[in-house]
T-cell receptor, first 112, second 114 residues
Framework: GESVGLHLPTLSVQEGDNSIINCAYSNSASDYFIWYKQESGKGPQFIIDIRSNMDKRQGQRVTVLLNKTVKHLSLQIAATQPGDSAVYFC???????????FGSGTKLNVKP | DTEVTQTPKHLVMGMTNKKSLKCEQHMGHRAMYWYKQKAKKPPELMFV???????INESVPSRFSPECPNSSLLNLHLHALQPEDSALYLCASSQEGAGLSGYTFGSGTRLTVV
């Protein structure tokens, strides 16, 4: 199968700091990427997406950056809050209409 | 209604039991999915239904049998499972197709096989 991996399995940040979660993907044909947040006991929740014709997209307190040259995706969370504590997955859609491949996940711990 | 509802939330079953997981959405989504998630691992795709027809089976063992009775419902029938099948089973739905806007996930069914 495809490979979508993360550099840091666990990230601890202080409340109020900015967080950066990274993801490397392997399929250069992937044209759509999503970051999901999964809290304990819940299903993954859509955070933000980006298509391959963009290199940056901003949401509320979150920014996704896409570097197609090195096949790298990152999620930036501004002013991290305790409620941001969760596991974050990147997912790529390699031009397959209904199929996403998920990265291995990064656990974000926000210290008060 | 912007939710995917899964029942039951927790299920314990023996290896000789037959049980079913249920999933429901009323967002008009025409694609529905079953994912399996082991602890501390990403979700793994099992099945995809598109317009109530099975379109993707990721080589899932036959002890898992999906069913899509209508556009709002998705079932996963379980029979003769093994302890290693214990996991969180996630249902998701999407517009046709997921490459338009991604999935909406349910909260999952936590399955324990004893």
């Amino acid at each position: 199968g495809e490979s979508v991996g993360l550099h840091l399995p666990t990230l601890s940040v202080q409340e109020g700091d900015n967080s950066i979660i990274n993801c490397a993907y392997s399929n250069s044909a992937s044209d759509y990427f999503i970051w999901y947040k999964q809290e304990s006991g819940k299903g993954p929740q859509f955070i933000i997406d980006i298509r391959s014709n963009m290199d940056k997209r901003q949401g509320q307190r979150v920014t996704v950056l896409l570097n197609k040259t090195v096949k790298h995706l990152s999620l930036q969370i501004a002013a991290t809050q305790p409620g941001d504590s969760a596991v974050y997955f990147c997912a790529e859609n390699p031009n397959n209409f209904n199929k996403f491949y998920f990265g291995s996940g990064t656990k974000l711990n926000v210290k008060p | 209604d912007t939710e995917v509802t899964q029942t039951p939330k927790h299920l314990v079953m023996g290896m000789t039991n037959k049980k079913s997981l249920k999933c429901e959405q009323h967002m008009g989504h025409r694609a529905m999915y079953w994912y399996k998630q082991k602890a501390k691992k990403p979700p793994e795709l099992m099945f995809v239904y598109s317009y109530e027809k099975l379109s993707i089976n990721e080589s899932v063992p036959s002890r898992f049998s999906p069913e899509c009775p209508n556009s709002s419902l998705l079932n996963l029938h379980l029979h003769a499972l093994q302890p290693e099948d214990s996991a969180l089973y996630l249902c998701a739905s999407s517009q046709e197709g997921a490459g338009l806007s991604g999935y909406t996930f349910g909260s999952g069914t936590r399955l324990t096989v004893v």
